[in-house]
C-alpha cells in the first residue's frame, strides 16, 4: 500500500520502532538513495531532482543539528544564507516558537526543549512547500507543545504538505488530518484519527458515579435506560464519556494485529 500527502496536510506515519519510519523519511530527505519503490515529490520522481529540490524541502529530525558556538541567531541566519530562494526573517521566526529571550544565548546554553524549537524553526527558514519532522514535541512542556503544534498546523494552513513520524500519540491525534500505522515496513491502514477512534471504538457512554462507580450503556439503549435517567435526575452522575477509542488504543491494536 502506498500513501499520498497533499498540500495543506498535516500526514503522521506512526508505528513501532523499527517498523521502518526512520527510513521513509530518509529516502524523502535523500538521504538514503538506494531503495525499490516508486517515489515522487512535489509533481517529480524523486530521483530526478537535483540539488533544488532541498530548497523547497525543510527538515526537523529529533536530534536537533546547529553549530554550538553560535547564538540560536545566529544560527537561524547562517542555515538562511544557504538557499538562494526567499528565507524567513530570523527574529520573527524566534519569536514564532517562543525564543526570542534566547535569541542571543549559544546553542550550547539551551535546553533540549529549546534546542528542538530552534531545530523547527530552522526547518521553516526556508518556507519549504513539504516540512519533514521527527518528534516535534519532543522535550515540550504542554504550554510549548500546543505553541509547536499551532506551528507546524501554520505552516499546513499556508500550503505546505507536512509529513510527521512521532510516537506521541496526543500529537497525532490533535495535529494530523490522517495517520498511516506502519507495520514491519508496510502500511497496515490510514485513516482520519477520527476515523480511526470511530472504527476502532463501541457506540455509547460511560457514566461514572458519584462514590467511584461506573456504568456503560450502549448507543442503542440510551433512550430506553430507565436507570441511568433516574441516576441523572439524582445527580448521582459525575461525568459522561463516549466510547471511542484513543489513538493510542488503535496503535495498540492495529500493530498487535499485523506483529
Same mark, same amino acid.
Given at each position: 500500500? #502506498?500513501?499520498?500527502? #497533499? ?6 506515519? *506512526? ?12 529516502? *524523502? ?7 525499490? #519503490? ?81 531545530? $523547527? ?25 500546543? $505553541? ?15 509529513? $510527521? ?8 491525534? *490533535? *495535529? ?36 467511584? #462507580? ?46
Amino acid at each position: 500500500m #502506498g500513501f499520498t500527502v #497533499g498540500r495543506g496536510e498535516v500526514f503522521g506515519f *506512526l508505528g513501532p520502532s523499527g517498523a521502518g519510519k526512520s527510513t521513509a523519511q530518509k529516502v *524523502l530527505t535523500r538521504l538514503l538513495r538506494r531503495y525499490r #519503490g516508486e517515489v515522487g515529490v512535489l509533481g517529480r520522481r524523486l530521483e530526478e531532482w537535483g540539488r533544488d529540490y532541498f530548497e523547497r524541502v525543510g527538515v526537523g529530525f529529533e536530534l536537533p543539528a546547529g553549530f554550538g558556538r553560535l547564538t540560536a541567531r545566529e544560527n537561524l541566519a547562517a542555515f538562511a544564507s544557504l538557499y538562494r530562494g526567499p528565507v524567513e526573517d530570523p527574529v520573527e521566526l524566534l519569536e514564532r516558537v517562543d525564543l526570542a529571550g534566547a535569541a542571543d544565548l549559544r546553542l550550547s546554553e539551551l535546553s533540549k526543549g529549546m534546542r528542538m524549537r530552534l531545530n $523547527l524553526a530552522r526547518a521553516l527558514v526556508n518556507r519549504p512547500d513539504v516540512l519533514f519532522l521527527d518528534e516535534p514535541t519532543s522535550g515540550q512542556d504542554p504550554v510549548r507543545a500546543a $505553541l509547536v503544534r499551532d506551528v507546524v498546523r501554520a505552516a499546513a494552513d499556508r500550503g505546505c504538505a507536512v509529513f $510527521l513520524t512521532t510516537h506521541d500519540m496526543a500529537t497525532a491525534d *490533535l *495535529l494530523c488530518d490522517r495517520v498511516a500505522f506502519v507495520v514491519r515496513g508496510r502500511i497496515a491502514a490510514v485513516d482520519s484519527p477520527r476515523g480511526f477512534r470511530l472504527r476502532h471504538g463501541r457506540p455509547g457512554i460511560v457514566a461514572e458515579l458519584r462514590g467511584g #462507580g461506573v456504568r456503560e450503556v450502549a448507543a442503542r439503549a440510551l433512550a430506553d435506560d430507565a436507570e441511568l435517567l433516574g441516576l441523572l435526575r439524582e445527580g448521582a452522575v459525575e461525568t459522561l464519556h463516549t466510547r471511542e477509542a484513543s489513538l493510542a488504543d488503535v496503535f495498540t491494536e492495529v500493530t498487535r494485529e499485523r506483529l
